[in-house]
């Protein structure tokens, strides 16, 4: 084995987001990621900012559909750093990726149709689970048994 190939490389990330809903209908919502690239060769040792932002309007009577406008990139920073190794070779690659692009969706939710979507603080229970627990609130007798744990 060659001990010149023997060499430790990191690679680490760390990411914070924040989501904001205002004036009733209103997401606000960004995310950064740092990626930190370091112990490879020269010129691919690299600090990556990565900043994504959007604003959304829930739309329709039901809130079942949303109209967003995002933008990937702010910085204008993304790029691509990858190493492959082989039995007496480290190859280091450095290739052209997406960077700031802006983007306009439109998303239709059918699960919301007829339902409050507002989220009560926490992700939602299961269909099949809110009709036995609505079912033993208004028939307590008659109502399935709950499972074992």
Partial sequence: MQQNLNNAYFSQTYTADISYIFIKDWVLYTDYSQYIISGRSQGYNETIPLWNASIAREIFKKRNGELKLSVN?????????????????????????LQRYFMLTFTFNLNRAGVNTRNQGGPQVPRNIQRQMNQARENPATAPPAPNP
Avoid: A, C, F, P
């Fill in 73 to 97: 990139d702010i910085l204008n920073q993304n790029k691509s750093i990858s190493r492959t190794t082989g039995d007496n070779y480290i190859l280091d690659t450095r290739s052209n990726v």
